[in-house]
């Protein structure tokens, strides 16, 4: 999967020197992203708005079950709501701080309430749904006369609700490092 998702971004890189202007999806640009609670790796697109101030992002993501200390494999579906207060640009770089909030969805026995009869589930707070807060910052070559118009990577910090208020229930049981997850991705714009 990882050969075919490189493959792919080698592809995208190559139309770079084409004059023709390609996009096959419904989405501004598209991220390949490493970590941060919607899988080992997950992939996804989005569209920005209202003058470079928002972007709504949708993702796919997947753990392996040798990736994951509880031998089950994950696969998450996750819409990211970024809001970026200021774009800074110089020469053909812009530089985008961002902050969010989001919705993730995991299919799977790892977070499902019912996964063990015999505990209260009222002892557990697990489910398959949870919101996620992030901030990150997003650094974009962009191009002219190019069929990508960008290319970028960028960092984020994330966490999810259960980890959250986790944290404020056992705050001497947990760092605040234990809350949050730091994600590294690549953002290709078209």
Do not use: C
Request: aromatic letters at 18%; charged letters at 20%; a negative charge.
């Amino acid at each position: 999967m990882f050969k075919k998702i490189l493959l792919s971004i080698l592809l995208l890189s190559a139309l770079h020197a084409s004059d023709e202007k390609i996009n096959p999806l419904p989405f501004d640009y598209m991220n390949v992203q490493y970590a941060g609670e919607i899988g080992f790796l997950s992939i996804g697109g989005g569209n920005t708005f209202f003058d470079d101030h928002y972007d709504l992002e949708l993702y796919i993501g997947a753990t392996p079950r040798f990736f994951d200390i509880s031998q089950i494999a994950i696969y998450t579906f996750a819409v990211k709501n970024n809001y970026i207060p200021y774009t800074f640009r110089y020469k053909s770089y812009d530089l985008r701080p961002y902050m969010g909030l989001g919705l993730l969805f995991a299919k799977n026995q790892r977070y499902d309430p019912n996964w063990q009869d015999n505990i209260d589930r009222a002892y557990y707070f697990q489910n398959n749904y949870h919101a996620t807060a992030n901030f990150g910052l997003n650094m974009n070559r962009n191009f002219k006369e190019s069929s990508i118009e960008s290319l970028g990577v960028y960092v984020e910090t994330t966490t999810i609700d259960v980890y959250f208020l986790d944290y404020f229930n056992n705050p001497d049981a947990l760092n605040i490092d234990d809350v949050f997850s730091i994600a590294f991705g690549v953002r290709i714009g078209f």
